[in-house]
Structure formats: structure tokens, C-alpha cells
């Protein structure tokens, strides 16, 4: 078990003996719930609020105080509990408005010192064209006042349900993506050297994609595209060979004869090591699809975004991944995603440089 999940049990043990509630669940029930909660509203296709309650550096009397207060106003169908460094609510088909006033109600009733301070998120969102969304303003209230205020910055809500990388799985990838990056210098010398003599425009292909808990980052790849592929790409979203959001072309005109090469054999994916090394990805995960096609998700396939993205996964190692459905694809990733294991992951590498040495990994 990673360090991170020992400290919301250590927060639990620190008040539960003098809190006793028979209602409160510990960090371990209570993510268990909010997980059980997502599924449901998934299947029947309904929605939930979350309440987060901030107790970091509040003594435990008034934390006694802050529960004391949940058992009293909350219904019997919601859910309370350690969640994070504080405290969490579960409301089954609430909106986020009704959360919002159930909020200041328990602020209002809590007579606590310092005020109660709280956010709350919506599962799942739905923005202003209609269409699902895992990304959600947070509401933020303290005290009595139950002043409402809104955050600056958005706030992805899948953030509640983010598996972070164990501590066995971020060394490993320090550690091969550091070597990587060395081993593969002369590769990508070459590599620019050939993309920068037969093409204009830049070496490196930037593109924004979602990441972890629906958070967007910067993707490093090598150009093997026309400077003006973005731009064509529109024009040719109507013979994509793949079904639902993504795009794909096998015989894509928009690749140059160099590109052809860097993906056949793969090295056009190797300035990804660098996004390993910051973070941003692992070596195993669910690749990360650019932002629009991520936002063209259904709510139920955003359950990839729990973990890291990586450099390869189950989709990425199969022969006839240019066949696969894309709701097949994303149950590919929810698979890794509930199975995620040192041996899993060792299968994965394996085949992959299997994949990349016979020429099977770009089809």
C-alpha cells in the first residue's frame, strides 16, 4: 500500500475513539462508497453531490462538533466520512444547488470555532450544451454567513476518484524513463535531424491531453505529420477508421515519408519518456486521448482517468487494435485500471517491446 493511504486511516484512528459514531465510515469504507455511489449513478444514469469538509490542523473537539452536526442533518440514505485530510459527504441524487444549501445548513448549524469551511462537487457535471462532463466548478462556503464563493479555477471532479501512482510504480518509471532518455539520445539526434531536412515546421509535435482525473497536460512527440495536420484534420474525420471520439487513419495523407519511418519503429513516441519523468504519465496506463476526444466520452469511460496515463497499455498490445470498437478499447483500460499490478504491468512491458521489435506496435 502506497504511504499516501495510511494518512486519512491515521487521521481516523487519531478521532474515532472519541467521536463515536456509529454512522461514520473510515477512509477505506468511505472510498469504498463514493466508488459504489459512481457506479450506481453510471448504470441508471443518475447524479450525486459530494460535500468536502475542511478539518486540517482543527483540534478534535471540533471535528467532534462538525460530526455531531452531519448525523444530525444529513438523511439516512447519505453517506459520511474520512475522506482525505477531512471530512466527506455522499448525497445520492442531489444536485449540486441542493448540496450547496445542505452545505450551508450544517455550517449554519455547526457553532464551531474557526468557522466550517467546505466545497462541493457535482457527479456528473453537466456544462452548458448539455453534454456530461467530469470537470465542475467547486463551491466553496465557511461559517455561519454561508457566504458562497466561486472558485478561480475549475476543478476537475474526477479528482475524487484518482488511484496516485504507488511509490514501487513512480521509481521504476524515474528510473527507466531517466536511463531511456539517455540510451535513446543518438535516436532522437537522428530523428531531428531527418524531420528538420525533409519537412518545415518544428521537431517536437505538442498537443494538449487529459490526464490524471481529467487534468490537462502538454504531450511530447516527435513531428511526423505536415506542420498544417491539425488543420486537415477536420477535413478528414469523416473516413476515421475508428468509431466514437478518437481519430484514427492507417494510410493517413497527412504523414510524411519520415513520419512513416519514427512510427513504424516507434521512436516518434520516445520524447514521451520525458512526460514520464515529470509525471505526467507512467510507463503503463491508458494512453491518453487528446482533450476534445476525451470530452467526447461517455461519463462511464472517463473511469480511465483514475490513474496516470501511460506509455502503453492492454489496447496498445493487441494485434488487431485497429479493429477493436472504441467502447471495447475503453474497457481494455477500466480492466488495467482494476487490476493494476507489478505483474500486470511487467506482461505489458514485455509485450510491448515485442510489439516494437516486430513492427506490430504502430498498427
Not at 64 to 84: A, K, N, S, Y
Not at 334 to 352: E, N
Request: hydrophobic content about 40%.
Amino acid at each position: 500500500m502506497a504511504v499516501w493511504s495510511f494518512v486519512p486511516a491515521l487521521v481516523q484512528r487519531l478521532i474515532g475513539n472519541r467521536l463515536g459514531s456509529e454512522r461514520m465510515l473510515d477512509a477505506r469504507q468511505f472510498r469504498s462508497a463514493l466508488e459504489r455511489e459512481r457506479l450506481r449513478a453510471d448504470r441508471m444514469g443518475t447524479s450525486f453531490s459530494f460535500i468536502e469538509f475542511d478539518t486540517r490542523s482543527r483540534p478534535a473537539v471540533w471535528t467532534e462538533t462538525l460530526v455531531m452536526t452531519l448525523e444530525q442533518r444529513l438523511r439516512l440514505t447519505d453517506e459520511f466520512g474520512v475522506h482525505g485530510l477531512g471530512l466527506g459527504a455522499i448525497l445520492p441524487e442531489t444536485s449540486e444547488d441542493a448540496a450547496r444549501n445542505v452545505a450551508e445548513g450544517i455550517a449554519r448549524g455547526c457553532p464551531a470555532d474557526p468557522p466550517v469551511s467546505w466545497r462541493v462537487f457535482a457527479y456528473p457535471d453537466v456544462s452548458s450544451n448539455g453534454t456530461s462532463s467530469d470537470r465542475g466548478s467547486v463551491r466553496t462556503g465557511a461559517g455561519a454567513r454561508g457566504v458562497v464563493q466561486e472558485a478561480g479555477e475549475p476543478v476537475a471532479t474526477g479528482m475524487l476518484f484518482v488511484k496516485p501512482l504507488p511509490l514501487w510504480k513512480r521509481a521504476i518509471d524515474i528510473a527507466v524513463a531517466s536511463i531511456g532518455l539517455v540510451l535513446a539520445g543518438p535516436a532522437l539526434a537522428f530523428a531531428a535531424t531527418a524531420i528538420k531536412a525533409t519537412s518545415p515546421g518544428p521537431i517536437l509535435f505538442l498537443q494538449r491531453r487529459t490526464g490524471l482525473g481529467g487534468r490537462p497536460f502538454t504531450i511530447y512527440k516527435l513531428r511526423t505529420m505536415r506542420n498544417d495536420a491539425e488543420r486537415l484534420k477536420a477535413g478528414l474525420r469523416s473516413i476515421s477508421e475508428q468509431d466514437g471520439p478518437a481519430f484514427k487513419l492507417k494510410n493517413d495523407p497527412r504523414v510524411t515519408a519520415v513520419g512513416k519511418y519514427l512510427r513504424k519503429t516507434c521512436i516518434d513516441e520516445l520524447p514521451q519518456l520525458w512526460n514520464v519523468l515529470r509525471g505526467d504519465m507512467t510507463l503503463v496506463g491508458p494512453r491518453p486521448l487528446p482533450c476534445d476526444e476525451s470530452d467526447g466520452c461517455a461519463v462511464w469511460q472517463k473511469r480511465r482517468l483514475d490513474v496516470t496515463p501511460g506509455l502503453t497499455c492492454i489496447w496498445q498490445v493487441n494485434s488487431g487494435r485497429s479493429r477493436v470498437a472504441f467502447a471495447d478499447w475503453m474497457r481494455m483500460d477500466l480492466r488495467y485500471v482494476r487490476g493494476r499490478t507489478r505483474l500486470a504491468d511487467a506482461r505489458l512491458l514485455w509485450k510491448t517491446f515485442l510489439a516494437v521489435i516486430l513492427h506490430r506496435a504502430s498498427h
